[in-house]
């Protein structure tokens, strides 16, 4: 138990990362979208707000200027209120539309596509009051008013600066007509809008970083962690070397029984080895036999010596057999005359004449 919670010095696997992912564990900031959505919205603003203020000024003067005109029957009163709602749903449908298009890939860039249907169920224990005040007095719930205030004091500030380097378009303002005013007065919100939500998106982001780091430090894993991670992964380690070490002597044993049947061994020096055995009255071409890397390797050059194989060095030759040849299958064509190059160069040294194949019938 005391390594279990030792400390946490080791990244998190893939495969605790994708648990984390499974329950909903991610590196969230709920300001980062809401700011940037926020100056999505000013953006929109800015491009399509015009549309919007022409109809609702067509509407005003549409509505007041026909005043002496209006009879209050339900059924016109209905019908001209939902001919306005839907002129303005027409209006408003493109600002709306790329909003909620905005608020949707504010979520997906910070975490992906993420399905987790056990969050659609409710969860009773979070109407308990009691559960509701641990969670406000908590370490997190007051990190979480810390900045809030802190982004009520930003806005705050950035809206007093606006102003502040504007003040003598405010002061002149009070001459200008109404609808210079009305302007005037459209223009310094959007710029305060504007200069505010850039400042959010700011802090978010800063926000958003110190999610990610929390996130990270989180995850992190004791070294217990780690080993019981392997364990159910991979299954029990003393397990897992005894089957290695059964399949390794099960190859070794194989190559025992297959080196000494061979006619050489092609080495690259050390590295590879690639034993060759051909019999001309049932062989059509000669066939690898035994092959291996490293400690493999060195087994088979040592059984040669033993049975005194030769051994020829042949880098490139070896390291295409061992490649492209597996054991108990013949050479490729194209490797022909290097391998029969190599077996008379065998039978020379033994004093015996190089053995042709059979004659096709």
């Known amino acids: 138990m005391a390594e279990h919670a030792g400390e946490k010095s080791f990244e998190a696997t893939p495969h605790r990362r994708q648990e984390a ?21 000013v953006f929109l603003l800015m491009i399509l707000g015009g549309g919007v203020m022409k109809f609702c000024a067509a509407l005003m003067v549409h509505q007041l200027g026909n005043a ?12 001209d209120w939902l001919r306005i ?5 027409i209006v408003l449908l493109p600002i709306l539309g790329l909003l909620m298009l905005g608020g949707v890939m504010a979520s997906v860039l910070q975490v992906g596509f993420l399905w987790i249907p056990d969050k659609l169920s409710p969860d009773f224990s979070r109407l308990s009051p009691l ?11 007051t990190t979480r008013l810390g900045f809030g205030l802190v982004k009520v004091f930003l806005v705050s500030a950035v809206a007093t600066g606006v102003v502040w380097f504007r003040w003598d378009d405010v002061m002149r303002s009070a001459a200008l007509d109404v609808p210079e005013f009305g302007k005037f007065l459209i223009d310094i919100s959007l710029s305060t809008m504007l200069w505010s939500a850039v400042a959010l998106v700011i802090l ?7 999610q990610r780091w929390k996130y990270e430090q989180d995850l992190r894993m004791t070294h ?14 003393q397990v897992v070397a005894r089957r290695r070490a059964i399949q390794r002597q099960m190859v070794l044993n194989r190559i025992a029984s297959s080196v000494p049947k061979a006619d050489v061994v092609i080495t690259n020096p050390t590295e590879l080895a690639v034993a060759i055995q051909y019999t001309p009255d049932e062989m059509a071409a000669p066939v690898v036999v035994a092959k291996g890397a490293g ?22 030759l070896a390291q295409l057999l061992y490649k492209e040849v597996d054991i108990s299958r013949p050479i490729p064509t194209d490797s022909y005359a290097a391998v029969a190059e190599v077996l008379a160069y065998v039978y020379q040294l ?10 096709a019938a």
């Open 21 to 41: 992912r499974d329950k909903g564990q991610v590196a969230f900031s709920q300001d980062l979208g809401s700011a940037a959505l926020l100056l999505l919205g």
């Open 68 to 79: 002496h005109e209006l009879v209050v029957v339900q059924e016109d009163f209905l019908h």
């Open 85 to 89: 709602a839907f002129q303005l749903a």
């Open 131 to 141: 559960a509701g005040l641990k969670r406000i007095f908590s370490v997190s719930g």
């Open 204 to 210: 978010a982001v800063m926000d958003y970083a110190v």
């Open 224 to 237: 217990q962690e780690v080993r019981e991670e392997m364990k159910n992964l991979q299954g029990d380690p």
């Open 295 to 316: 400690v493999i390797a060195q087994r088979i050059r040592r059984l040669a010596l033993e049975h005194n194989i030769p051994v020829v060095e042949r880098k490139p």
């Open 350 to 359: 033994k004093g015996k004449k190089l053995p042709m194949p059979p004659k």
